[in-house]
């Protein structure tokens, strides 16, 4: 067909400019993240039992599960909220980083799993070990994320300044091996680790609010 070749190359110069003026968008990632997440929250609790008894010493037996639930809901929520920080600063997400954003669903999808075992089992060594490098393979997966988005917004990207040099992101993987190490030594001592871990999380960031207000 006579001028068929030119008409396909004036369509897709059309097509590349105006995938270049559209970047792919955030929000479908933030929406199901955020569903993802609230169906691990909805799914941990699930999984607690109800105590056998109507007097409050029913619950002594499942302490030790009650407690490992409100670690792991402590983690996701932090999780959650970092997240959503992250992404308020971000302008355009890459392919890289849709596929950085399921990695890191992954492991979270693997908090109830290893939450039930570990407080069904308390102080065993394997269970604990588990929960361990569930919360390590889920922070490298963070830290992917993170780096992914930064290279997706390009040389201007303001959580590249906002992360700074990161101590807790960077101290927070050094603790979980830490902590999965001593759980054949003292397991108690290695959850005591987690505990720590997420509490040092809790302390308010106030970094990309800064920037974000700036």
């Not at 490098?133 to 922070?139: D, F, I, T």
């Not at 994320?145 to 992101?169: H, M, N, T, Y």
């Amino acid at each position: 067909m006579a001028g068929g070749p030119a008409l396909r190359h004036a369509a897709f110069r059309r097509t590349s400019s105006w995938t270049r003026g559209h970047q792919v968008g955030k929000g479908r990632l933030e929406a199901f993240s955020d569903g993802v997440i609230a169906i691990i929250i909805t799914i941990m609790v699930l999984e607690l039992k109800t105590p056998e008894g109507h007097s409050l010493s029913a619950l002594v037996p499942l302490a030790p599960v009650l407690l490992s639930y409100v670690l792991s809901f402590v983690y996701v929520g932090i999780y959650w909220n970092n997240h959503h920080h992250m992404l308020s600063v971000c302008h355009r997400v890459s392919g890289s980083a849709l596929w950085a954003n399921l990695h890191l669903l992954f492991w979270l999808s693997l908090f109830p799993f290893t939450t039930a075992w570990m407080g069904e089992n308390y102080l065993a060594p394997g269970p604990t070990a588990a929960y361990g490098a569930v919360l390590l393979m889920a922070a490298v997966a963070y830290w992917i994320l993170e780096q992914a988005l930064i290279v997706a917004d390009g040389k201007d990207s303001v959580l590249r300044g906002a992360i700074g040099s990161d101590w807790k992101g960077k101290s927070s993987p050094a603790l979980y091996l830490i902590g999965v190490a001593l759980t054949f030594w003292r397991p108690w001592v290695a959850q005591l680790i987690y505990v720590l871990a997420a509490l040092m999380w809790l302390v308010p960031d106030r970094r990309i609010e800064k920037i974000v207000a700036r």
